[in-house]
């Protein structure tokens, strides 16, 4: 049976290309991934759908949140930008 949250899986489909991207979305799965509720990993899966500069938008504080949910989950992956 394939589980969604195989995190070696999760940690291939993470990698961006981007560095600035790729050191996000590793920081987040090494602290936070295994111990979120399913509702965070289901999250963070959509998040990886996203396109790159939409994402990149998004994590460096850049774009408007959809969702408080998301917007939680930003800050999470990366509390290091400020917010305006």
Same mark, same amino acid.
């Given at each position: 049976?394939?589980?969604?949250?195989?995190? @070696?899986?999760?940690?291939? @489909?993470?990698r961006r290309?981007m560095?600035?991207?790729?050191?996000?979305?590793d920081?987040? #799965?090494?602290?936070?991934?295994?111990?979120?509720?399913?509702?965070?990993?289901?999250?963070?899966?959509?998040? #990886?759908?996203?396109?790159?500069?939409?994402l990149?938008?998004?994590?460096?504080?850049?774009?408007?949140?959809?969702?408080?949910?998301?917007?939680? #989950?930003?800050?999470?992956?990366?509390?290091?930008?400020?917010?305006?």
């Amino acid at each position: 049976m394939d589980n969604k949250y195989d995190l @070696r899986k999760i940690k291939w @489909r993470s990698r961006r290309g981007m560095r600035e991207l790729d050191a996000l979305c590793d920081r987040y #799965l090494e602290n936070h991934f295994e111990k979120a509720p399913d509702s965070e990993k289901d999250l963070y899966l959509s998040l #990886l759908e996203m396109q790159d500069p939409e994402l990149y938008s998004l994590l460096m504080h850049r774009a408007e949140y959809p969702t408080p949910e998301i917007k939680a #989950l930003v800050l999470k992956m990366n509390p290091d930008v400020l917010e305006d």
